[in-house]
C-alpha cells in the first residue's frame, strides 16, 4: 500500500515515476506462483465475442454508491480472517509484483445476471467491498471464471455463507460467496464454464445473489477491470495488474449496467429486482439461535416461516442436524 500511495504523490515528477516503472517492470519478469500439476488443455469453444473497448480508467465507486442497492458484506477477509490450516494463505503482499501481465482471453461469465452491487468502499458500513454482486436466483448455476483448481470449498455463516475460491492457471483467484450448493470437491481440475455450484442467499446475505470477486495475489481487483458484464466479455485478452490501478474499473458505465438489467430481467420475468421496489428483499436480515431439542419445523413455525424457505436461505437439507447455539437465517 505504502508503495502505492508514493507513487500517487510523486505522480508529478517525472523521472521517479520512469525509475519506479522500470523496477515494475523487472518484478513482473519473476516467476510467479503457478499450480502445481497445472493443466494446460486447449478449450477456446466458450469464448464469447470480445468487444474492441478502448481502455479507460473511471472511478466510478463513488458515483454509483447512489444507484446501487447497498448490502452489508461479509466481515472477515477470508485470506486473513478465519483462516484455518486446511487454507493456506502462501501470498505475502511482500513478494506481489508491481506489474503483471495477465492472460483472460479464455474465460466465462460465472453468471449471465446483472450487477446489483459494484466494488469498492461502503460508506454505511465502513468498509470495503472487495468485489461485486451479481442478480442470481438460488439455485442458478455458477460458472468457474477460467481454467483452475478448486482451493477452497466452505462455510462463514457471518460471512461469505458457502463460498468457493478458485486459483486459476492464468494466476488469478476468483472467490463465488452466498451459494446454496456445491457441485466442485476442493482440488478438483475445472475449465472456465464449469459449474461450480448453486446460487444462493447463505451467509451475510439479503436477497439472493452471487458476490464475486477477483483477486490477484491476495489483491481484490475490481472485477469490472476485468469483465465488462454489460456485455458479457472481457475488456481486453489481457488485464495488466499493478498495484495502483487494481481497484479501478475500465469501460464501466451504470447506465450500460441498467440497460442489460432491462433486457436480462425481460428475459428472466421470475427474477426478483433487490432494492428500493421491493421490500422483501431489502428488509435485513432475521437470525434465529438453534435452542436443544428445536427442528426445523419448530424453527419455521416459531418464526412464521417454512422449512423449504429455511432450507434455501441456509443452503442446508431438511435432515440438517442441527447444532444447539450456533444461528440459523430465517428471514
Ligand atoms: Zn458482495
Redesign the pocket.
Known sequence: MQFSQITRNLKTSFILTLIAGSWAITKAEQPTYRLPGQHQQQHGDLMASRSNSNIKVDNTTHFLESLFNE?E??EYDIYTEGWNSKHVNCYNAADVPARAKIDVSRFSMPHPGYLT?PYGYRKRFKRM?????IKVQVGDTIRAAFDGRVRITNYEARGYGYYVVLRHTNDLETVY??LSKFLVKDDQYVKAGDPIALGGNTGR?TGS?????TRYMGYAINPCAIFDFANQTTHTDYYTFTKETYQDARNFSAEANERYAAEYRKANPNVRTPGKSSATSSSPAKYYTIKKGDTLARIATKNHTTVKKLCALNGISSSKKLKPGTRLKVK
Open positions: 448490502e458484506e461479509p452491487s467491498h472487495k468485489g461485486v454482486d460467496g452466498h446475505s445473489h452471487l458476490h464475486f470477486e
